[in-house]
Each structure stands twice: as structure tokens, then as C-alpha cells.
T-cell receptor
Framework: SQQGEEDPQALSIQEGENATMNCSYK?????LQWYRQNSGRGLVHLIL?????REKHSGRLRVTLDTSKKSSSLLITASRAADTASYFC???????????FGAGTTVTVRA | GAGVSQSPSNKVTEKGKDVELRCDPI?????LYWYRQSLGQGLEFLIY????????KSGLPSDRFSAERTGGSVSTLTIQRTQQEDSAVYLC???????????FGPGTRLTVL
């Protein structure tokens, strides 16, 4: 079963613009991980944020976590055509090690 | 270092045949996971191995599915008497330990005719 829900389902932006996508989940978590997937194959790990963290950065990526609202956001700044992909959030629950994935956000960056 | 590798990358089989999918985790990672991704079900957990502990098989959809991990490293997922609904991309991941980043392999695309 899927715990996370991403919003929006699809996003189309111009190169250079920022892209923001949100993830909501239902149960308490140990951590939340964001992944990128190109062409329906392997998942590329982007960022892991733990339940006691509120914000993390990695290059042009910024992730926030609000455990009171059970939500997270992924911001991609200064987008590039190469950022075109599907983005998934995945949650790991307390005393649970398996990831529960959302349905993903499809991001298209127009040149 | 090398990432997670999986083989074969693609597998086409006939309904009723058995298939074996292989996963080589990142060296030194104690945890190994199998997931599958299909159009109708999204990404779903199948099975988890951690060190010498008994595997968590709670995500396996039927008793036709089984997996083993030999020597705490390579894992094989076996699907017996394949059905068309087994068609999916099977993804393997490994992590240093529980609660750490899970790194995924490129997947095996299984097509059951």
C-alpha cells in the first residue's frame, strides 16, 4: 500500500525556473527519502531527511519536513532540462525498514 | 565504488515458466530489499534481508515468490509459474544498515507473455 501522496501529479516549467513538489504521508516516520527516476528504470537517491530534521540542502535541492503536518516538500532551483524526470517521496516508519512510496510527480523542464 | 547491480536487465518469459532475478548489493551493505514497480500498483515492497536475521517476507504477493540471500551478499528473487500480472520492473536496493539511505539498482524488466 502507498503511504505517501505527491502533489502535483505533473509539473511543467521553463528552464531556469524553480520546481516545488509536495509529499504527504499518514503515519509516523523514522525518515523520508526523495528519489528521481528517469525513463521508468532505476531510482536515484536524492536526499534523506530524518524525523528530527526540518530542512536539508544538496546542491540545487532543498527538502523540508513538517512532522506535525506529516508533509515534506522538494524544491529544485534553477531547473535544467536534465531535471526532467519523475520524483518520488518514500517514507520509512518507526521500527520499520521498508520504504512506502507515493505515486510520484512527473516534472518536465522545457528548454 | 560500484553501485547495486541487477541481472538480467530484461527478461521475457512465457506464462507458467519459472524465473530467477539476481541482485548484487553495494559491498559492505548489510540490508537488502526487493521492490517491484508496475503501472497499476506503483512501487511496492516485496522482501527485506538484514544481516543474519530472518527475512521479512510480508510484501511477497503469493507463495510463488521466494528470495534468498547467500553469504550475506548476493540475492536471488525467484518467481515460480509466472503469471501475466507478474510483469513489472523488479528493483533491488541496499543500505548500510536500517534507517540509512537505500540505493537502488537499475532494475529487471520482467515481461510474462
Amino acid at each position: 500500500s502507498q503511504q505517501g501522496e505527491e502533489d502535483p501529479q505533473a509539473l511543467s516549467i521553463q528552464e531556469g525556473e524553480n520546481a516545488t513538489m509536495n509529499c504527504s504521508y499518514k503515519t509516523s516516520i523514522n525518515n523520508l527519502q526523495w528519489y528521481r527516476q528517469n525513463s521508468g528504470r532505476g531510482l536515484v537517491h536524492l536526499i534523506l531527511i530524518r524525523s528530527n530534521e526540518r530542512e536539508k540542502h544538496s546542491g540545487r535541492l532543498r527538502v523540508t519536513l513538517d512532522t506535525s503536518k506529516k508533509s515534506s516538500s522538494l524544491l529544485i532551483t534553477a531547473s535544467r532540462a536534465a531535471d526532467t524526470a519523475s520524483y518520488f517521496c518514500a517514507t520509512e516508519g518507526y521500527n520499520d525498514y521498508k520504504l512506502s512510496f507515493g505515486a510520484g510527480t512527473t516534472v518536465t523542464v522545457r528548454a | 565504488g560500484a553501485g547495486v547491480s541487477q541481472s538480467p536487465s530484461n527478461k521475457v518469459t512465457e506464462k507458467g515458466k519459472d524465473v530467477e532475478l539476481r541482485c548484487d548489493p553495494i559491498s559492505g551493505h548489510t540490508a537488502l530489499y526487493w521492490y517491484r514497480q508496475s503501472l497499476g500498483q506503483g512501487l511496492e515492497f516485496l522482501i527485506y534481508f538484514q544481516g543474519n536475521s530472518a527475512p521479512d517476507k510480508s510484501g511477497l504477493p503469493s507463495d510463488r515468490f521466494s528470495a534468498e540471500r547467500t553469504g550475506g551478499s548476493v540475492s536471488t528473487l525467484t518467481i515460480q509459474r509466472t503469471q501475466q500480472e507478474d510483469s513489472a520492473v523488479y528493483l533491488c536496493a541496499s543500505s548500510l544498515g536500517t534507517g540509512d539511505e537505500q540505493f537502488f539498482g537499475p532494475g529487471t524488466r520482467l515481461t510474462v507473455l
